[in-house]
């Protein structure tokens, strides 16, 4: 069992506990006595997180891997057919309502500080369950909000296991000093670990510190939750992010699609951390989807937030030939359109393809297509092997430039550290996004969207704009949308353009199926998803989850309340 694989170790029972988190095992039973005696036990232990937080590309035909199948249609990335819907009652269990990876991370943190290991040791371990306990603990505020924090064993009979729900700032207090003690603390590298970019390392912790405290500061700010903590929040970002960038250990990579679509990602430059498939070990499926089997397609409003290669938008670039052909689409667009989709429009029941390889806008993803495997063994069915970024370079550039935008403290000098680097990317190489005021533009023009959300100023316009096209289709969108507050922009009954694909003549094909044309025309734009089952938005409940309902029920059994999220 190779640990690079993130293989999935159950440890004897260790830290095990029921869904409902009140049964435990023992803590000193033989079992738990002897384990805990070396460090490579403790390091042993560890690998029991990485397929909870790692998913990468997942494993066998498992899409839920957090990024291109997460969610896909319940943003404004995908014009589906049938668009996922926001959740509309409160379900009776599960529902995500869980404390069992907590206590895992808290039992690590407990015991390494009685293994036989030098201080150095046991506090590089410490903050390795500390960075897990962080993770875990943003997950659970992101999707619930105010959470009981947790930072200790509890015994089962405790009546602690029901304290009230603790306010999301208190939680995220302690969740930042985790990540502050593991960022001092953790190991730039373990030699008894393995290859760099397989495990956890100072380096992990500050891009994930970038990345979950850029979520909290925003999601506080525009939901008007508590400024002070949200500036606090965002300068955690910002410096984690900073870090990162001041170390020089990292730089993009010169290959865009390579990121997604390689065998190996050893020694990649811009991969912090990944995760490495192999025939004989571990596999996936998700180049066999973008491959030959059906998509989801991606919607228009996607496509046209794409950049001229001028740098400008399509509505303010003379370079812009219109949509009616995939080659006007594509032409003189930011480079990374053409990494990310293929150069065809492939439609249900065209028999000019070879495979089922259609999608419902006619927009295909190639992104994590590898073509000297299309057609192999590993390129088919879930036998793929293509490695898998757990979180990149790429990324920390767009939460430091989001960041410092957010704070204010935007200066050209940010922007030539960020954003104009992932612009200066061979193959990419658009020109320089330059700061005017608190407006965006490129060769000395100063220039406005006219999409532009008029209460966002047009320099963060534009930051939004290269964080979803930089990211697309890795698992951002919805959260992203959730942490701004702008839901909205996923009703595709106000928002057309999110339920329209490719234009299309219908006479250009020899026979169609389930394909509509916009007001039933011979010729327009795709549009996927019939009016009954457009997706309108209309309740700020959804921006958290509610809390199941037999967890409510186990509180008042106990003499205790737990309250529900509001609106539900």
Same mark, same amino acid.
């Given at each position: 069992?190779?640990?690079?694989?993130?293989?999935?170790?159950? &440890?004897?029972?260790?830290?095990?506990?029921?869904?409902?988190?009140?049964?435990?095992?023992?803590?000193?039973?033989?079992?738990?006595?002897?384990?805990?005696?070396?460090?490579?036990?403790?390091?042993? +232990?560890?690998?029991?997180?990485?397929?909870?937080?790692?998913?990468?590309?997942?494993?066998?035909?498992?899409?839920?891997?957090?990024?291109?199948?997460?969610?896909?249609?319940?943003?404004?990335?995908?014009?589906?057919?049938?668009?996922?819907?926001?959740?509309?009652?409160?379900?009776?269990?599960?529902?995500?309502?869980?404390?069992?990876?907590?206590?895992?991370?808290?039992?690590?943190?407990?015991?390494?500080?009685?293994?036989?290991?030098?201080?150095?040791?046991?506090? %590089?371990?410490?903050?390795?369950?500390?960075?897990?306990?962080?993770?875990?603990?943003?997950?659970?505020?992101?999707?619930?909000?105010?959470?009981?924090?947790?930072?200790?064993?509890?015994?089962?009979?405790?009546?602690?296991?029901?304290?009230?729900?603790?306010?999301?700032?208190?939680?995220?207090?302690?969740?930042?000093?985790?990540? #502050?003690?593991?960022?001092? %603390?953790?190991?730039?590298?373990?030699?008894?670990?393995? !290859?760099?970019?397989?495990?956890?390392?100072?380096?992990?912790?500050?891009?994930?510190?970038?990345?979950?405290?850029?979520?909290?500061?925003?999601?506080?700010?525009?939901?008007?939750?508590?400024?002070?903590?949200?500036?606090?929040?965002?300068?955690?970002?910002?410096?984690?992010?900073?870090?990162?960038?001041?170390?020089?250990? +990292?730089?993009?990579?010169?290959?865009?699609?390579?990121?997604?679509?390689?065998?190996?990602?050893?020694?990649?430059?811009?991969?912090?951390?990944?995760?490495?498939?192999?025939?004989?070990?571990?596999? %996936?499926?998700?180049?066999?989807?973008?491959?030959?089997?059906?998509?989801?397609?991606?919607?228009?409003?996607?496509?046209?937030? +794409?950049?001229?290669?001028?740098?400008?938008?399509?509505?303010?670039?003379?370079?812009?030939?219109?949509?009616?052909?995939?080659?006007?689409?594509?032409?003189?667009?930011?480079?990374?359109?053409?990494?990310?989709?293929?150069?065809? &429009?492939?439609?249900?029941?065209?028999?000019?393809? !070879?495979?089922?390889? +259609?999608?419902?806008?006619?927009?295909?993803?190639?992104?994590?297509?590898?073509?000297?495997?299309?057609?192999?063994?590993?390129?088919?069915?879930?036998?793929?092997?293509?490695?898998?970024?757990?979180?990149?370079?790429?990324?920390?550039?767009?939460?430091?430039?989001?960041?410092?935008?957010?704070?204010?403290?935007?200066?050209?000098?940010?922007?030539?550290?960020?954003?104009?680097?992932? #612009?200066?990317?061979?193959?990419?190489?658009?020109?320089?996004?330059?700061?005017?005021?608190?407006?965006?533009?490129?060769?000395?023009?100063?220039?406005?969207?006219?999409?532009?959300?008029?209460?966002?100023?047009?320099?963060?316009?534009?930051?939004?704009?290269?964080?979803?096209?930089?990211?697309?289709?890795?698992?951002?969108?919805?959260?992203?949308?959730?942490?701004?507050?702008?839901?909205?922009?996923?009703?595709?009954?106000?928002?057309?353009?999110?339920? #329209?694909?490719?234009?299309?003549?219908?006479?250009?094909?020899?026979?169609?199926?389930?394909?509509?044309?916009?007001?039933?025309?011979?010729?327009?734009?795709?549009?996927?998803?019939?009016?009954?089952?457009?997706?309108?938005?209309?309740?700020?409940?959804?921006?958290?989850?509610?809390?199941?309902?037999?967890?409510?029920?186990?509180?008042?059994?106990?003499?205790?309340?737990?309250?529900?999220?509001?609106?539900?």
């Amino acid at each position: 069992m190779k640990k690079q694989l993130y293989l999935f170790l159950f &440890i004897l029972g260790l830290g095990a506990c029921k869904k409902d988190f009140l049964e435990k095992l023992p803590l000193d039973t033989p079992t738990d006595e002897t384990f805990w005696t070396s460090e490579s036990n403790v390091r042993l +232990y560890t690998w029991d997180f990485y397929p909870l937080y790692f998913k990468g590309y997942a494993s066998g035909f498992d899409l839920s891997w957090g990024g291109y199948f997460s969610g896909q249609s319940l943003n404004d990335d995908f014009a589906p057919s049938n668009p996922t819907t926001f959740t509309t009652v409160v379900p009776p269990n599960d529902g995500g309502w869980d404390f069992e990876n907590v206590r895992k991370a808290n039992l690590m943190i407990n015991r390494v500080q009685q293994v036989p290991m030098d201080e150095e040791a046991i506090n %590089h371990w410490t903050g390795i369950g500390r960075f897990f306990r962080g993770l875990e603990y943003a997950n659970l505020v992101k999707a619930f909000g105010d959470v009981p924090w947790y930072d200790g064993l509890l015994d089962e009979n405790s009546s602690e296991l029901y304290k009230p729900r603790d306010a999301r700032t208190v939680v995220m207090d302690h969740v930042l000093e985790d990540f #502050r003690f593991a960022a001092e %603390h953790v190991r730039l590298e373990d030699a008894n670990t393995g !290859q760099q970019g397989l495990v956890v390392n100072k380096d992990v912790v500050l891009a994930y510190m970038s990345r979950v405290f850029l979520f909290e500061g925003t999601f506080l700010k525009y939901h008007n939750i508590d400024q002070a903590k949200a500036t606090a929040y965002l300068e955690a970002a910002k410096w984690a992010a900073n870090e990162l960038i001041l170390s020089g250990r +990292y730089s993009v990579n010169t290959d865009y699609r390579g990121l997604f679509s390689s065998v190996s990602l050893a020694g990649n430059p811009e991969v912090i951390l990944y995760r490495q498939y192999d025939r004989a070990q571990i596999t %996936h499926s998700l180049m066999s989807y973008v491959n030959r089997e059906a998509q989801t397609g991606v919607s228009k409003d996607l496509i046209e937030s +794409y950049l001229m290669n001028d740098g400008l938008p399509i509505t303010e670039s003379p370079n812009y030939r219109g949509d009616k052909t995939i080659q006007n689409v594509m032409a003189d667009r930011d480079p990374r359109i053409n990494e990310t989709f293929a150069t065809q &429009i492939r439609l249900n029941g065209d028999p000019a393809l !070879q495979y089922a390889n +259609y999608s419902t806008s006619g927009y295909v993803v190639h992104k994590f297509l590898n073509e000297s495997l299309k057609d192999a063994n590993e390129g088919l069915s879930n036998l793929n092997i293509t490695d898998a970024p757990v979180i990149r370079y790429g990324e920390v550039l767009m939460n430091y430039a989001e960041a410092a935008a957010e704070l204010g403290t935007l200066t050209q000098a940010d922007l030539d550290l960020s954003i104009n680097v992932l #612009r200066d990317r061979p193959g990419v190489n658009l020109p320089q996004l330059q700061l005017v005021g608190s407006s965006a533009a490129v060769n000395g023009r100063v220039y406005d969207d006219p999409k532009r959300d008029a209460e966002i100023p047009g320099i963060l316009w534009e930051i939004r704009r290269e964080r979803r096209v930089e990211l697309a289709l890795e698992g951002f969108r919805l959260n992203d949308l959730k942490r701004w507050k702008k839901l909205e922009y996923t009703d595709n009954f106000n928002r057309p353009d999110i339920n #329209r694909g490719a234009w299309i003549r219908r006479a250009d094909y020899a026979s169609l199926s389930n394909v509509i044309i916009e007001n039933e025309a011979e010729e327009g734009y795709i549009v996927p998803a019939a009016r009954q089952a457009y997706r309108a938005f209309n309740n700020d409940r959804v921006y958290l989850d509610p809390i199941p309902l037999d967890q409510i029920k186990l509180y008042a059994d106990q003499g205790f309340e737990l309250k529900q999220n509001p609106g539900w």
